[in-house]
């Protein structure tokens, strides 16, 4: 089947625009995360879902950073009022949660975003 | 709060030769450990993790709680193992959070 998938692939903004990226999860998975990926660095979490429940979310950065799930398949992030900081590659990861010790995580291709 | 360290951001050695990506965590608890590669053009993808104690592709990685290591070894290069290798733990629970190292790129070369 398919896996994770991101749209767009690439993201151009002005500083001070807002944008939204877009994950579908694997079907029927029901965790999903997001990762933030700066140039030469490894992911880092930015927050997490449960179904359409928002679990953690300790990892956004501010305030202008949100996101959602709202039933629970697809899942946007919304950045408000880019900043240059804000440019990086975005991720989003898929896995089932239930009894078992350890589900994968598979990743998307991941949003990279330019912010000029 | 965890933490992964990989020293080295780049590796390049010959086909053939053994390769050792170093990995350092810092955990309180019992960490999951895993390590995930990225081929050019590739998504992230899961390599190995300690606890199934694979051989994934002819790599290895032995946790070792006393230097809080987890070094991915591989003992003859190939070519097509060229890729960015990145180190990462997961707190406990099965839907939680990866904490990823900064990521080594091994260039294998003939």
Same mark, same amino acid.
């Given at each position: 089947g398919a896996g994770v998938s991101q749209s767009? &692939?690439?993201?151009?903004?002005?500083?001070? $625009?807002?944008?939204? %990226?877009?994950?579908?999860?694997? #079907?029927?998975?029901?965790?999903?995360? @997001?990762?933030? $990926?700066?140039?030469?660095?490894?992911?880092?979490? !930015?927050?997490?879902? $449960?179904?359409?429940? /928002?679990l953690d979310k300790s990892g956004l950065p501010s305030d202008r950073f949100f996101a959602e799930r709202p039933e629970g398949s697809v899942s946007t992030l919304k950045i408000q009022?880019? *900043? /240059?900081?804000? #440019?990086?590659?975005?991720?989003c990861a898929s896995s089932l949660v239930g009894l078992a010790a350890f589900y994968e995580q598979y990743f998307g291709p991941g949003t990279r975003l330019t912010v000029t | 709060? $965890? &933490?992964? =360290? *990989?020293?080295?951001? !780049? %590796?390049?050695? +010959?086909?053939?030769?053994?390769?050792e990506l170093k990995c350092n965590y810092s955990y309180s608890g019992s960490p999951?450990? +895993? @390590?995930?590669?990225?081929? #050019? &053009? *590739?998504?992230? *993808?899961?390599?190995?993790?300690?606890? #199934?104690?694979?051989?994934?592709?002819? +790599? =290895?990685?032995?946790l070792n709680k006393g230097e809080t290591s987890f070094h991915l070894k591989k003992p003859f290069a190939q070519e097509e193992d060229s890729a960015m290798y990145y180190c990462a733990t997961q707190e406990g629970g099965t839907a939680s959070k990866l904490t990823f190292g900064t990521g080594t790129r091994l260039q294998v070369t003939l």
């Open positions: 767009p &692939r690439y993201k151009v903004a002005k500083r001070g $625009q807002d944008v939204a %990226l877009r994950c579908d999860p694997i #079907s029927g998975h029901v965790s999903l995360f @997001w990762y933030q $990926q700066a140039l030469g660095q490894g992911p880092e979490f !930015l927050t997490y879902f $449960q179904n359409e429940a /928002q009022r880019t *900043q /240059q900081e804000d #440019s990086a590659v975005y991720l | 709060a $965890q &933490r992964v =360290t *990989q020293p080295e951001k !780049l %590796l390049s050695v +010959f086909k053939g030769a053994p390769v999951e450990l +895993f @390590w995930y590669v990225q081929y #050019s &053009r *590739q998504r992230l *993808q899961l390599l190995l993790r300690h606890i #199934s104690r694979e051989s994934i592709k002819g +790599f =290895t990685a032995d």
